[in-house]
T-cell receptor, first 115, second 110 residues
Framework: EPEVTQTPSHQVTQMGQEVILRCVPI?????FYWYRQILGQKVEFLVS????????KSEIFDDQFSVERPDGSNFTLKIRSTKLEDSAMYFC?????????????FGPGTRLTVL | RKEVEQDPGPFNVPEGATVAFNCTYS??????FFWYRQDCRKEPKLLMS???SGNEDGRFTAQLNRASQYISLLIRDSKLSDSATYLC???????????FGDGTTLTVKP
């Protein structure tokens, strides 16, 4: 069964550094999402992306964050200047256009640790 | 009021027990409802979509009550491998974001 993949599985960075988290959504899916989960807390929505533009974003998704689909397969989340509080699991998800159109499929996540 | 609220848990049950989780949602216009299972430091894995007619998958049964705005998950004959955190999620549109509850942790003991 096709899966969402994410790289790296774990990223350690210094505060103030830029990080790029990468995702390869399921190939025939057209809606893409980023979520984060701070340790011990709930899964929180960051941003959704469709047709090469942001369709919705949360209050968390401020100017330090950006998303991009640089080619036909990758979907990236960039954090421009990381803060300690950005330490979390970051999950990418994708949604098909048809079939089970309401179902999101999650990748295995990237654990970001900001020191 | 939280958009999605779950039983706080944790639930500690013996093998073979039946356990039920409840989840309420605040937006009456919500369209889609899901139960996910999450193991420690792993991604949410879809357990079941929840439909108005109710749906069953083996030992798992999910129900939706739109009038009262809650969904439930029933696990029968609990196994040790059912130990996990169960997340309730709600979507307002097919392609929209998922809003998750805080999760309810289940521990099944021998």
């Amino acid at each position: 069964e096709p899966e969402v993949t994410q790289t790296p599985s774990h990223q350690v960075t210094q505060m103030g550094q830029e990080v790029i988290l990468r995702c390869v959504p399921i190939s025939n899916h057209l809606y893409f999402y980023w979520y984060r989960q701070i340790l011990g807390q709930k899964v929180e929505f960051l941003v959704s992306f469709y047709n090469n533009e942001i369709s919705e974003k949360s209050e968390i998704f401020d100017d330090q964050f950006s998303v991009e689909r640089p080619d036909g397969s990758n979907f990236t989340l960039k954090i421009r200047s990381t803060k300690l509080e950005d330490s979390a699991m970051y999950f990418c998800a994708s949604n098909p256009l048809a079939g089970r159109a309401d179902t999101q499929y999650f990748g295995p996540g990237t654990r970001l640790t900001v020191l | 009021r939280k958009e999605v609220e779950q039983d706080p848990g944790p639930f500690n049950v013996p093998e073979g027990a039946t356990v039920a989780f409840n989840c309420t949602y605040s937006n009456s216009a919500s369209q889609s409802f899901f139960w996910y299972r999450q193991d420690c430091r792993k991604e949410p894995k879809l357990l079941m979509s929840v439909y108005s007619s109710g749906n069953e998958d083996g030992r798992f049964t999910a129900q939706l009550n739109r009038a009262s705005q809650y969904i439930s998950l029933l696990i029968r004959d609990s196994k040790l491998s059912d130990s996990a955190t169960y997340l309730c999620a709600v979507k307002n549109t097919n392609a929209g974001k998922s809003t998750f509850g805080d999760g309810t942790t289940l521990t099944v003991k021998p």
